[in-house]
C-alpha cells in the first residue's frame, strides 16, 4: 500500500514545523526509531533519571525546528548522542545546527551515529569523538538488547566523566529467533 499525498508538499516533513517543546538535561539521545527510545526509557531511565531525554529525531527536520532544539536544549546539555536514519541527506539542517553551536563555543559533546546496521563516515565529522569510541557504541546500538544497552549507558557514565577508552566489546544478538515460551533453558 502506498501512501498518496492529497496536498502538494504533504509527504515532504520537511515542510511540517512541530514545535519542540523539551527542556535541557545533561544526557541527551535523539533517535530515528521509536523502538529504540522506548527501549532506553525502560533501560536509561531509571539510572540516569531527570539526568537524561529522549527525543524523536523526526520533528527535528524542519529547520526551525532543529535551530530551536539546538539553541534551546542541545546547547545546554553535556552529552548528547544522535542516532540519525538517513544520516545528512535527511538531517542536514540538525547537523548544520550542531556545527553552528559547536563554533560558538557550546560545551556539549556530541556524537553522530547511523540510524541503520550501516557504519556512515561522513557522521563522524559532526562528533568530537574519535572513530573507535564511535564505532564501539555504534555497535551497543545496532546490536540492541538489554546487555547493549546497559553497556551502551555505562559508556554513558564514563563519556560524562571525560573518559573515552576501556569500553568492553558488545554482546552479538542473533539476528532472527522466535520466542517458545514452553522451551527453558538453564544456559
Wanted: aromatic share 10%.
Amino acid at each position: 500500500m502506498h501512501r498518496v499525498a492529497t496536498q502538494s508538499g504533504d509527504l515532504d516533513l520537511e515542510r511540517k514545523l512541530e514545535a519542540v517543546r523539551q527542556t535541557p538535561a545533561e544526557i541527551l539521545f535523539v533517535s530515528t526509531a521509536d523502538t529504540e527510545l522506548s527501549a532506553l526509557a525502560r533501560v536509561w531511565g531509571p539510572k540516569f533519571g531527570g539526568r537524561l531525554r529522549l527525543m524523536t529525531a523526526g520533528a527535528l527536520q524542519h529547520p526551525a525546528a532543529a535551530e530551536h532544539y539546538a539553541d534551546h536544549v542541545l546547547m545546554h546539555s553535556k552529552l548528547a548522542i544522535f542516532r540519525l536514519h538517513g544520516g545528512r541527506g535527511y538531517f542536514p539542517h540538525l547537523l548544520d545546527e550542531i556545527q553552528r553551536i559547536k563554533s560558538h563555543g557550546a560545551q556539549v559533546r556530541v556524537l553522530v551515529l547511523p540510524g541503520t546496521d550501516q557504519w556512515d563516515a561522513e557522521l563522524l565529522s559532526y562528533g568530537d569523538y574519535a572513530e573507535p569510541l564511535a564505532l564501539r557504541l555504534f555497535d551497543y546500538f545496532r546490536e540492541g538488547g538489554l546487555t547493549n544497552y546497559e553497556l551502551a549507558a555505562q559508556a554513558v557514565e564514563r563519556l560524562l566523566e571525560n573518559q573515552a577508552d576501556g569500553f568492553p566489546e558488545p554482546v552479538t544478538v542473533p539476528t532472527f529467533g522466535w520466542y517458545e515460551p514452553w522451551k527453558q533453558t538453564t544456559d
